[in-house]
C-alpha cells in the first residue's frame, strides 16, 4: 500500500485504483441512516447531517435511494462541525453490523477461516462505501490490519480523525460479529498526534492506543487466522463470492444506460424502484431514459425482470432465506408470484432451484 496514502499524504493514483470515485452513486444508505439515528441522541437533528449533500431524509431513509462517497464524507462533516464527538465516531462503527453490508457482509460471516475472512475482507471492500483503503499483513506473532487514507485530500483534519476512529471501529465490530467477542486487538496504531484521548480510545477499541505511528493499524493475535467462525461455510463462500465478483465487474465494467439501470437496480435492497425514480437518479425525463433504452433494444422492465431474476437465484441457492423473505427481497407482493416467475425463469419448482435438481 502507499506509504503516503497510510500516513495522510495526498493518495497517488495508484492508491485509489479500484475504488469508486467520490462522486459515484452506487451505494445503498445505510451507513447515511445510521450517522443520522446516532447523532440525533446529542441533537443534531437530519437536516444538518444532510446540508450539502444534495441529499434529503426522505431520499436517506429509502432504500432505492443511491448515493456517492463523497455524500458520506459530507454527512460527516457536518456532524463534527456541529459538534459530534470521538465516542460518536466510534458509535456509527459498533452499529454497522456485517448484516448492513448485504451479500458482501453475508459472506463474510461466512468464511470458513478468519484467515478468508481477512482476505476477503480487502478484496471485496469496494462493494462497502470505503473511506479508508484495507489492507493486512502478518508481522511477527501479530495479524495486522493497515487503514489507508485514499481520500485524505478530500477530509479535513478533523474529519480525517474521526473516520479513522469511525474505520477502526467498524473493523472491531466485524471481527467480533465473526471470530466473537471474545477476540480483541492487542494495540492500536494512529498515525494521528496524540490528543490526549488514548483512555476513551482504548476502551472503545479494548486495547492500549500509541499515537504518531507510521500509519492507522489494528494488531490482532496472529492465532486468529486460524479460528473458524460460528457460521462458517466453504461452499456458500464460494458462491457468495461469485455473486460479488459479478457485483465488482458491474460496478466498474457497466457501460450503456442500460448498464447504468441494471446497476442502482442490482445495489438497491429490498424493493425496487420505479423507471421514474431510476431517471430522476440519473438526471433524465422518464421518456428520454424509455427512449434510450429502447435504442439499446431493451426496457425498463426487462432489465428489471433480469435482476429479480438474478437476485432471487442467488438468494434461494445460496441463503437459507423464507420463499416469502426472498419474494420481499426482490420485489413481489407474495410467495406465489415468485413460484410462478421461477417456473416461468428456469422451468424448475424452487424446491428444484434449492436443491440443484434438474
Known sequence: MDVDAQRGGTPT?????????????????????????????????????????????????????????????TACENIVAAGAQFSDAFAIGARL?????????????????????????????????PTLRLGWRIEGDYAVWAFGEIYRDAMSNEL????????????FTHIRDTAGVDNLPVRACFGLPDDGRSAEDGQALSCPCLYDQPAHELHYPKGILDQTPELGNRLTRVMLEETCDRLIGQSTASSGIA????QLLLLAPNRFASMAAI???????????????????????AIADDVRRKLALEYLQTTGMSVED???????????????????????TINQVRSGAD
Open 97 to 129: 453490523h456485517l448484516s448492513a453490508y448485504g451479500m458482501y457482509g453475508y459472506a463474510l460471516m461466512c468464511s470458513p477461516s478468519m484467515r478468508d475472512f481477512f482476505d476477503f475482507a480487502v478484496r471485496y471492500q469496494p462493494l462497502a462505501t
Open 160 to 171: 480525517r480523525t474521526f473516520m479513522v476512529r469511525q474505520q477502526m471501529k467498524m473493523t
Open 279 to 301: 431517471a430522476k437518479q440519473l438526471g433524465l425525463q422518464e421518456r428520454t431514459l424509455r427512449r434510450r433504452l429502447s435504442a439499446e433494444d431493451t426496457s425498463y422492465a
Open 13 to 73: 493514483v495508484n492508491a485509489r485504483a479500484g475504488f469508486p470515485s467520490l462522486n459515484q452513486r452506487s451505494f445503498a444508505p445505510y451507513k447515511l441512516t445510521t450517522v443520522i439515528d446516532v447523532v440525533a441522541a446529542r441533537g443534531i437533528p437530519a437536516e444538518v447531517v444532510l446540508d450539502r449533500t444534495g441529499l434529503t431524509e426522505e431520499e436517506v431513509r429509502n432504500p432505492h435511494t443511491m448515493t456517492s462517497i463523497g455524500q458520506y464524507l
Open 326 to 348: 426472498v419474494a420481499w427481497k426482490v420485489g413481489f407482493s407474495d410467495a406465489a408470484n415468485l413460484r410462478r416467475a421461477i417456473r416461468r425463469w428456469t422451468g424448475k
Open 259 to 262: 448498464g447504468e439501470v441494471y
